[in-house]
């Protein structure tokens, strides 16, 4: 569901947050709320032309789910990256509260 949102329908994806959502990657800064996650990810995305999340191990309860992945980004220049990561999701609700993401973006950030 959620990862596949974020492969494909990046609009989608976001429908899953709550509106006070804290979003945080690697070590940035977290982002607390919908709408600036969504600008903080399309900055982040701009030179990105497609991404797609391979699931390797996935565990978690009822609040909870952690999924450890391999990310495929396809930048705009053809370049491809495929870079290990770790997201730790916290659902309340029905919605995402919670958004952790533990990986290593710098090599999709220095083509930006």
């Known amino acids: 569901g ?3 949102a974020a492969d494909t ?3 989608r994806f976001f429908e899953y ?3 006070d959502c804290v979003f945080r990657m690697g070590n940035n800064d977290p982002v607390e709320g919908r709408e600036a996650i969504q600008q903080w990810v399309a900055a982040y995305l701009g030179s990105v032309a497609g991404m797609k ?3 390797l191990e996935h565990w978690g309860d009822d609040e909870v789910a952690v ?4 990310v495929t980004y396809t930048m705009n220049d053809g370049a491809t990256f495929t870079l290990p990561a770790i997201t ?3 659902i309340e609700d029905g919605a995402v509260t919670e958004y952790l993401i533990f990986m ?3 090599p999709v950030v220095a083509v930006g």
Do not use: K
């Open 2 to 4: 959620l990862l596949h």
């Open 9 to 11: 329908d990046i609009t």
């Open 17 to 19: 947050f709550s509106p």
């Open 53 to 55: 999340h391979a699931v």
């Open 67 to 70: 999924f450890r992945v391999e």
């Open 88 to 90: 730790r999701t916290r």
């Open 104 to 106: 290593d973006p710098s």
